[in-house]
């Protein structure tokens, strides 16, 4: 998955907020901003913030606002894959809120982020918007688990999930393969990284980017997306870096996702099943009809 956030993908990925079908950042926003103050009136102030995959932190501005209602200062570190993008992020929140914000970044993958957040003592939230359901189940299981490991009594993790049911409407936001959309492009940019840091030439106009929605309502999984490019013809390319030759059959998949799939929808009995199994247990939560807010904190 990392492979598409570089500078690029992370920008794109924001892009995909404006699109009109895409419902989801429009109801992240939407159930955070109607319940801010009350996920905030649940914490233990004051505290420090630790965001994984922060992106561009308007949403998590909403939540860092509220928190600074009651405390003067607030320690805020921000994760992101891109440490390019990381760094214009920075710049900007040093500009909207001065010396109240004391910031240390954290560039790079989540799992090593989640090692420095473990050599902090003070009391502390991890937040996480829309994150998880972009893993494979066995990494969402990982995460999470991860994160209980970190968290002590006083602390908590706050994230979002997708909870949209409807099939329509996931295809209208998720399947579009038009290029000049920036899902496609979120979706074909891990191929330009490839080529950029392994020295290859993969022409895309030699594929055609393809994909399906997986409805699964077994309580030990969730439903997912699954996006692919299929070979127009038998072609071969050289990634010169790697000293490696791949040769792809007409018709064959280069998938363009990790493990059973991407973009995950949960229903509560799968959410439930998941936290448990993570040692983590959900201490509130607040949804509305596409997406849900979830309050956790460690299982001791």
């Known amino acids: 998955m990392s492979f598409r956030y570089d500078n690029q993908g992370s920008v794109f990925d924001q892009e995909c907020a404006d699109l009109e079908e895409f419902y989801h950042y429009r109801s992240e926003k939407a159930v955070i901003l109607s319940n801010v103050k009350n996920v905030v009136s649940h914490l233990d102030i004051p505290l420090?913030?630790?965001?994984?995959?922060?992106?561009?932190?308007?949403?998590?501005?909403?939540?860092?606002?509220?928190?600074?209602?009651?405390?003067?200062?607030?320690?805020?570190s921000p994760n992101d894959f891109s440490k390019d993008f990381l760094v214009d992020v920075c710049q900007n929140l040093c500009t909207i809120y001065g010396h109240q914000l004391r910031l240390t970044p954290m560039p790079g993958d989540l799992m090593d982020a989640l090692a420095k957040i473990k050599n902090y003592r003070d009391r502390k939230l991890i937040l996480w918007l829309s994150g998880l359901q972009c893993f494979t189940m066995v990494k969402q299981f990982e995460m999470l688990s991860s994160i209980a490991s970190v968290l002590e009594a006083n602390d908590a993790c706050l994230l979002t999930v997708d909870v949209t049911q409807s099939r329509e409407l996931i295809e209208k936001a998720y399947l579009d393969y038009d290029y000049s959309k920036p899902n496609a492009k979120l979706y074909t940019n891990g191929v330009h990284v490839i080529n950029r840091e392994l020295g290859g030439n993969i022409n895309l106009s030699q594929f055609k980017l393809e994909g399906?929605?997986?409805?699964?309502?077994?309580?030990?999984?969730?439903?997912?997306?699954?996006?692919?490019?299929?070979?127009?013809?038998?072609?071969?390319?050289?990634?010169?870096?790697?000293?490696?030759?791949?040769?792809?059959?007409?018709?064959?998949?280069?998938?363009?996702?990790?493990?059973?799939?991407?973009?995950?929808?949960?229903?509560?009995?799968?959410?439930?099943?998941?936290?448990?199994?993570?040692?983590?247990?959900?201490?509130?939560?607040?949804?509305?009809?596409?997406?849900?807010?979830?309050?956790?904190?460690?299982?001791?």
């Open 48 to 76: 420090m913030v630790f965001e994984l995959g922060c992106g561009n932190t308007k949403k998590s501005q909403l939540i860092l606002n509220e928190i600074l209602q009651h405390q003067s200062h607030l320690d805020y």
């Open 212 to 300: 399906r929605y997986v409805e699964d309502k077994d309580v030990s999984k969730a439903s997912y997306n699954q996006v692919w490019l299929t070979s127009l013809c038998k072609q071969s390319y050289h990634l010169e870096k790697v000293g490696k030759t791949v040769t792809f059959e007409e018709g064959e998949k280069l998938l363009l996702y990790a493990g059973n799939g991407m973009s995950h929808k949960y229903t509560q009995k799968q959410l439930d099943h998941l936290f448990a199994r993570a040692r983590l247990r959900i201490m509130k939560k607040w949804e509305n009809e596409h997406c849900a807010l979830i309050l956790c904190k460690r299982i001791f």
